[in-house]
């Protein structure tokens, strides 16, 4: 299989919460140079973020860092926190980039593509519907068609179209933001300029209806219950990181009220890997 010769990154990587995570770390810029090494020699394999060798043998951490050119220990240390942060799974002792299609450009285009075919059928779908109503009800106007004058006929379907529009764009800001509130336990109205202004940019990337309930439902699990409830709002969710959002795997937040006085489970592990980097060394 020939091998990708490029991955896509984004642009705010670096605002990402694992990546900010890691920069805590000792020798954080050495496990970043990691990942992204990683996520290279993905490409150059080809297959789909599954690290085998002739589709027989799994890489080992061994393997890596002779390909790496790195210390055998610090390589395992990095594959660790990138596991802790759901950033590889080991999979039947097989190493795999999970969500490997957000890095890859050319099927995220088609994904996009496929989005935008879908979103614009759906939108087909209910203009039509829209036209049909509107025309039932043109029928029995007072106004006689045969009555109105050239310029009240095209000022009449001006503002039909118009109308069909808002009606649109509306139903879709209810829908969304009805859900919000039904998982969320919230009250935002869809009226916000706020949240409609960012509802629309993520409609204009292509994004679909289903695609911000699957946000929702992703958020909620995650952050319900937790001191990141307070973000299951528009303006975070629908905002610049959506497509992150849309891609991260589902796991259940720590709930605020559960243990209190014990030490937080991402605090453990990081304390733990510190140790481990200062019994191990540099990378």
């Keep these: 299989m020939a091998e990708v010769k490029w991955i896509k990154i984004t642009t705010d ?27 290279t020699f993905a490409g150059k394999q080809n ?30 240390l990095a594959l660790t926190t990138f596991e802790r942060f759901g950033m590889i799974d080991i999979v039947d002792d097989v190493i795999t980039i999970p969500n490997w299609d957000r890095h890859q450009s050319l099927d995220a285009y088609e994904k996009k593509k496929a989005r935008d075919r ?60 009805e859900y919000l509130n039904e998982k969320a336990g919230t009250n935002y109205k869809h ?33 319900k219950g937790t001191e990141y409830e307070q973000y299951l709002r528009p303006e975070t969710l629908f905002g610049t990181k959506f497509e992150s959002y849309l891609n991260a795997k589902v796991t259940p937040g720590k709930r605020q009220n559960q243990n209190a006085a014990q030490p937080n489970s991402t605090n453990e592990f990081m304390d733990k890997l510190q140790s481990m980097y200062e019994r191990d060394g540099e990378l």
């Excluded at 496990?31 to 992204?36: E, G, H, S």
């Excluded at 789909?48 to 610090?74: K, P, Q």
């Excluded at 036209?131 to 310029?151: C, W």
Aim: net charge negative.
């Design 13 to 39: 990587i670096f605002d990402d919460e694992k990546v900010l995570m890691i920069e805590t770390l000792p020798s954080a810029d050495s496990i970043i140079v990691k990942w992204f090494k990683l996520l």
């Design 47 to 76: 297959n789909d973020g599954v690290f085998i060798m002739n589709n027989r043998i799994a890489y080992t951490d061994e393997m890596l860092a002779s390909i790496f050119r790195r210390d055998v220990n610090t390589v395992k």
């Design 118 to 177: 879908k979103y614009k059928a759906q939108i087909r779908a209910k203009q039509k519907a829209l036209i049909d109503k509107k025309s039932s009800d043109m029928s029995s106007d007072s106004l006689p068609t045969s009555r109105l004058t050239d310029g009240d006929k095209s000022s009449h379907v001006v503002f039909s179209e118009e109308e069909k529009e808002r009606d649109i764009e509306k139903e879709i800001y209810i829908s969304i933001v």
């Design 191 to 223: 009226t916000s300029k706020k949240t409609q202004t960012c509802i629309h940019a993520r409609l204009e990337e292509g994004f679909t209806v289903d695609d911000f309930k699957d946000v929702i439902d992703k958020k909620c699990i995650a952050w």
